[in-house]
């Protein structure tokens, strides 16, 4: 009697569909691992703010009173002032006000007035803007008011990359250095 022989020999690998299968499975788990960290590296870098971005735009809204001082001779028709006085305002709190306003009086009416405005914070940080404005004739009692917008260029500290546009509003009387500033509209930091 003849035994079959049956082949013993034990092989030492995978059988070539067992090797694709496996090799499927490594690349599936490979694949789904580099999946879940992408999105928790997004999902995780989503989170940090980034110091490079602005906030939002926010309201901003103030109001200062300030006493006005002429910088040169009344007889000069090219007038510069300084405007300097405390104020208190949404999101900046406590803070004061320091513009350097020009206009000129041989103009057109309504006068033109430009210049640069500086509000410095509590903390010392800063907020800089230019205003163009215009003032419409006085009326008899001598009350007049500037009416235009200011654009915030910058600042220091947390208003260092500071951007908007704000509304002003100034009224005051010729007989009085006082003038009532108002300021209102939207800006990011």
């Known amino acids: 009697m003849k035994q079959k022989i049956v082949n013993s020999q034990k092989t030492s690998g995978f059988h070539f569909p067992d090797a694709i299968r496996f090799q499927k499975r490594i690349f599936f788990k490979a694949y789904f691992l580099l999946l879940v960290g992408i999105a928790a590296t997004l999902l995780m870098s989503s989170c940090v703010k980034s110091d490079g971005n602005l ?8 109001h200062f009173v300030a006493i006005n001082e002429s910088l040169n001779s009344p007889e000069n028709p090219i007038q510069k002032d300084r405007a300097v006085g405390p104020g208190e305002g949404t999101p900046i709190g406590k803070a004061n006000l320091d513009a350097t306003l020009t206009y000129d009086l041989s103009g057109p009416s309504p006068l033109k007035v430009t210049g640069d405005v500086t509000i410095k914070t ?68």
Do not use: W
Request: charged share 25%.
């Open 55 to 62: 906030k939002h735009p926010i309201p901003f809204k103030a």
């Open 122 to 189: 509590a903390n010392g940080d800063k907020i800089f803007m230019t205003q163009d404005s215009y003032s419409p004739d006085p009326d008899a009692e001598g009350n007049f008011k500037v009416i235009g917008s200011l654009t915030i260029t910058g600042g220091t500290g947390k208003y260092s990359r500071a951007k908007g546009t704000l509304k002003i509003e100034v009224l005051g009387n010729f007989a009085s250095a006082e003038r009532d500033v108002s300021m209102e509209g939207m800006f990011s930091y």
